[in-house]
């Protein structure tokens, strides 16, 4: 590595900087999808959300075949919706984690006070942010809603027990499905910046949508029940269920009704999140 | 031009920064100097709009920081090397701050070939070594060809080549007429580098003035007199009223205080006593510093007493 001469090309004329207009959002917008798009870890846990979902539900569906034949000779109530029902491991994780991590390890590396020199104008890295991550995951989930369904159904029709896109609800359940991973990660980035701790928001977040989202039923009377149903896990993934018509109206809300108190949630902690962001010391 | 006006920060009960006003001049290199945990690192991320003043203001060309339209364009700044994501490459990390101003990308092929990074730029950064970090730093830095530059410790973990590489690009910075303000704990190094100095102690603005200024107010030249007669001249300079130090480094040596050369020289002379070196010492800016912040120094070390260590052996 060798010394370039001391001089400095450019203006350099002394007379300071020609500055052209303002830096906009369009420019934020720019650089946070470059930001995305150049670390390993963006890649990576999209291939997870993607060929993981796809594996566990594939795997799932042949264990489950065969009962599955069964219950629906026996006339119970079906559980269709097992052809998505990676998305509901993997898919989540990857989907939250992903959000998490595209503000934390800006907090965790000190990138995040290079990123505000450069624009101090903070809502707007915020909102950028949370608009690249949406429409990202939301491409990416579709996707592998679609993949999840064509290999769920593999071992169904061995059984004679397909599920057709024109079943009551599957089609709500894809498009819900890719929506509520987008809105999980948008919900995992207002928890980053909130908690600017990776491990933290991770554990925080994961915890509220597998362990306190089914532990509140152990409150007793309406109000456990209610807030059984608001929680953002429960709430959300209403619109990822196959069926319309035998939902218990005590335990859940309907689809879209669901996903529309999720989708509140989520930009309520985002709005906490941009308020904490511009006020707190980078 | 940076300016700072009743700029405060205070953390819990600690006055981190404590009514600061100064101005920094564009055209010189400013140095500013402080013992470790001073205010140092604050002020300048308060410059920079990342730390919320608790009272006060500080301006880059009149404006807020936060206010500024194109902020790389005016402002380029190196504060923590390490600072940036590990895994992205040189060049990306770059490309990124670009975009988010609307800096064309030739312009960082260009700032790459000026710190000398082109053979690592398609390398993640995560493997660079403290000096390559901070020569991405400086490349930063100098994306948005700013007006105003801010250098927090800027030759951290540079051998000496890239140390004299640094020196020289601030004062042709500054002689473009550009702000430049550095912090170092390197005396040597501002002594050489900055125009004039700021100092800060426990968040209060000692000094605002030029460097020869600086010097000349906090620290006494002396007169530096070594002779195979030392003992015998030491007894006269005394008995002339004259304050003697013996030398740190040398027992045929004296330092003799507010009296000139030729005076030392005269007094030798007229008893016949050799002399084998006189000298006139000016003092450093180490020394000027020094006695400045010798009352607002933070963190003291103490001295590594024998008790201490006796005092472990005891136990045993």
């Not at chain 1, 909102?127 to 290999?151: P, S, W």
């Not at chain 1, 993934?237 to 109206?249: A, C, L």
């Not at chain 2, 101003?101 to 960082?108: E, Q």
Request: hydrophobic share 45%.
């Amino acid at each position: 590595m060798t010394a370039a001469p001391a001089t400095v090309p450019g203006s350099g004329s002394g007379s300071g900087p020609r500055i052209e207009g303002r830096a906009g959002f369009g420019n934020v917008i720019s650089s946070e999808w470059m930001k995305i798009r150049t670390v390993r870890s963006t890649f990576w846990t999209l291939v997870t959300l993607f060929a993981g979902s796809a594996l566990i539900t594939l795997l799932i569906c042949l264990a489950a075949a065969n009962s599955y034949a069964k219950d629906l000779a026996a006339g119970k109530p079906d559980s269709a919706d097992i052809v998505l029902v990676g998305l509901a491991f993997v898919g989540q994780i990857a989907a939250y984690v992903l959000g998490v991590m595209a503000i934390s390890a800006e907090y965790s590396t000190g990138g995040i006070r290079t990123t505000l020199t450069a624009m101090p104008r903070r809502t707007e890295i915020l909102v950028a942010k949370a608009i690249l991550l949406a429409v990202m995951v939301f491409v990416v989930g579709l996707a592998t809603a679609f993949l999840c369904f064509y290999l769920g159904n593999i071992p169904l029709r061995a059984k004679d027990v397909g599920v057709d896109l024109s079943y009551p609800g599957a089609t709500r359940g894809i498009f819900g499905s890719a929506l509520y991973l987008s809105g999980l990660a948008v919900f995992g980035l207002a928890m980053g910046f909130l908690l600017r701790h990776t491990a933290g928001a991770i554990t925080i977040g994961l915890a509220l949508i597998f362990i306190i989202g089914n532990l509140v039923q152990l409150i007793p009377g309406s109000v456990g029940r209610w807030l059984y149903k608001v929680m953002p896990g429960n709430a959300g993934s209403q619109v990822t269920s196959f069926g319309e018509s035998n939902r218990h109206p005590d335990k859940a809300f309907a689809p879209w009704t669901g996903f529309t108190v999720f989708a509140i949630e989520v930009v309520v902690l985002l709005i906490v999140g941009a308020l904490l962001f511009e006020k707190r010391d980078a | 031009m940076i300016r700072a006006v009743g700029l405060t920060k205070r953390y819990g009960d600690k006055l981190a920064v404590d009514h600061a006003d100064f101005a920094v001049e564009a055209g010189t290199v400013t140095g500013f100097l402080g013992p470790n945990g001073a205010g140092k690192s604050t002020t300048m991320r308060m410059i920079l709009g990342l730390d919320r003043p608790t009272g006060g203001g500080v301006t880059v060309d009149g404006k807020p920081y936060r206010n500024l339209p194109v902020p790389l364009r005016e402002v380029g700044a190196l504060l923590d090397a390490k600072a940036v994501h590990g895994g992205r490459t040189a060049y990306n990390h770059l490309a990124c701050l670009a975009k988010s101003n609307g800096i064309p990308l030739r312009r960082v092929d260009e700032v790459i070939g000026l710190v000398g990074l082109e053979q690592v730029a398609k390398k993640r950064s995560q493997g660079f070594s403290l000096g390559m970090g901070q020569r991405l730093g400086i490349a930063a830095a100098l994306l948005g060809d700013p007006g105003t530059l801010l250098f927090d410790e800027p030759v951290n973990g540079l051998d000496p080549e890239g140390i004299l590489w640094v020196r020289n690009l601030m004062k042709s910075l500054a002689a473009q007429g550009r702000t430049v303000f550095v912090s170092s704990h390197l005396m040597s190094e501002m002594a050489l580098t900055a125009d004039r100095v700021i100092v800060i102690g426990r968040g209060r603005i000692k000094a605002d003035t030029t460097m020869r200024e600086f010097i000349a107010q906090n620290a006494t030249t002396h007169v530096r007199v070594r002779s195979p007669h030392i003992g015998k001249l030491r007894e006269l300079m005394v008995a002339q009223g004259w304050r003697t130090e013996a030398a740190p480094d040398d027992e045929g040596a004296v330092e003799v205080f507010e009296v000139s050369s030729e005076a030392v020289g005269d007094l030798a002379g007229e008893h016949g006593l050799w002399l084998h070196e006189l000298a006139v010492v000016q003092p450093s800016l180490e020394e000027a510093f020094m006695s400045m912040t010798a009352d607002s120094v933070e963190y003291h070390a103490g001295a590594l007493e024998g008790s201490a260590v006796g005092g472990g052996e005891a136990q045993r």
